[in-house]
T-cell receptor, first 107, second 116 residues
Framework: KNEVEQSPQNLTAQEGEFITINCSYS?????LHWLQQHPGGGIVSLFM???GKKKHGRLIATINIQEKHSSLHITASHPRDSAVYIC?????????FGTGTRLQVFP | KAGVTQTPRYLIKTRGQQVTLSCSPI?????VSWYQQTPGQGLQFLFE???????NKGNFPGRFSGRQFSNSRSEMNVSTLELGDSALYLC???????????????FGSGTRLTVV
């Protein structure tokens, strides 16, 4: 069993829909990251969380340390949000990655 | 300013060969880290270099090695290639090392290696 699990693996949505991607982990962490990877391969950091909730534009990330669970929400989704979203946790001195959620948003 | 440059973008090699991939960081960035990404395993950390010294290493066999030059450019080498080494290899650069400073990392677009 992977130490970081994401769901769903694949997600399709119509433009404007509210999107939720989930991340569960089984190890102790000091921080959790949400990353976005576009088809070209480059990766961008969206959020780094250690508690609570963060919001940036249409993106919202939450974390529940007790339940070892984090969610990434996208409000009013748009085709340009189509990408792979990766959850990564910081465990001692190393990052452990989830396998990613591939999101496709259709107009 | 120029981003992180990885060369080549695509590469096809046969089993048993060796390969060298290159990563040129953003000017002023002295830390370079390497990652392997496969459909089954996702992203996995390979190693990180800072000021020509390997600072951290992931759980990969000794066939995977790297180095960093005085101008901060980094290379990674995979010897005796196996089919399972087929992957997208990404590098990232930052001013300082350490994944806690993740938000300061800039990724390249990767080198896609196919082993046949």
């Amino acid at each position: 069993k992977n130490e970081v699990e994401q769901s769903p693996q694949n997600l399709t949505a119509q433009e404007g829909e509210f999107i939720t991607i989930n991340c569960s982990y089984s190890v102790g962490i000091s921080a959790l990251h949400w990353l976005q990877q576009h088809p070209g391969g480059g990766i961008v950091s969206l959020f780094m969380l250690s508690s609570g909730k963060k919001k940036h534009g249409r993106l919202i990330a939450t974390i529940n340390i007790q339940e070892k669970h984090s969610s990434l929400h996208i409000t009013a989704s748009h085709p340009r949000d189509s990408a792979v979203y990766i959850c990564a946790v910081m465990n001692t001195d190393k990052l452990i990655f989830g396998t990613g959620t591939r999101l496709q948003v259709f107009p | 300013k120029a981003g992180v440059t990885q060369t080549p973008r695509y590469l096809i090699k046969t089993r048993g060969q060796q390969v060298t991939l290159s990563c040129s960081p953003i000017s002023g960035h002295r830390s370079v880290s390497w990652y392997q990404q496969t459909p089954g395993q996702g992203l996995q950390f390979l190693f990180e270099y800072f000021s020509e010294t390997q600072r951290n290493k992931g759980n990969f066999p000794g066939r995977f090695s790297g180095r960093q030059f005085s101008n901060s450019r980094s290379e990674m080498n995979v010897s005796t290639l196996e089919l399972g080494d087929s992957a997208l290899y990404l590098c990232a650069s930052s001013r300082q090392p350490g994944a806690l400073l993740w938000r300061g990392y800039t990724f390249g677009s990767g080198t896609r290696l196919t082993v046949v």
